[in-house]
């Protein structure tokens, strides 16, 4: 997915839907470039971590796969929201965002 010209505050929530109840980790592979933007995630409302800077210069990076954290998970739809909340200041200034996936795996 390629999150083109959001702002800072821009929000995009994505549906994570859960067959059976429990706990998972949370992983999410994305592209860095120099017009990437930093952004937060949040999983049913709540932050998941520090804010994910996606900057890189001069080259496009493919893939950064990131925890996003361990949770308890109920069956039935999760919203995996992300906010642009800046840019590297040796960024493009773009916000852009490029989610390769987004990952539930039961955990260990």
Do not use: C
Not at 19 to 38: C, M, N, P, W
Not at 55 to 83: Q, W
Not at 92 to 103: S, T
């Amino acid at each position: 997915m390629w999150w083109e010209r959001p702002q800072p505050g821009s929000k995009l929530t994505l549906a994570l839907p859960v067959k059976d109840a429990g706990r998972y980790d949370v992983t999410a592979q994305f592209t860095k470039s120099i017009e990437s933007g930093i952004i937060q995630a949040y999983l049913d409302g709540e932050k998941l971590g520090d804010a994910i800077d996606l900057y890189n210069t001069p080259d496009v990076i493919v893939p950064m796969k990131l925890s996003l954290g361990t949770r308890e998970l109920a069956a039935g739809e999760h919203k995996l929201m992300f906010e642009v909340v800046g840019a590297n200041p040796k960024g493009a200034k773009a916000y852009q965002v490029q989610i390769d996936y987004v990952k539930l795996e039961r955990a260990k």
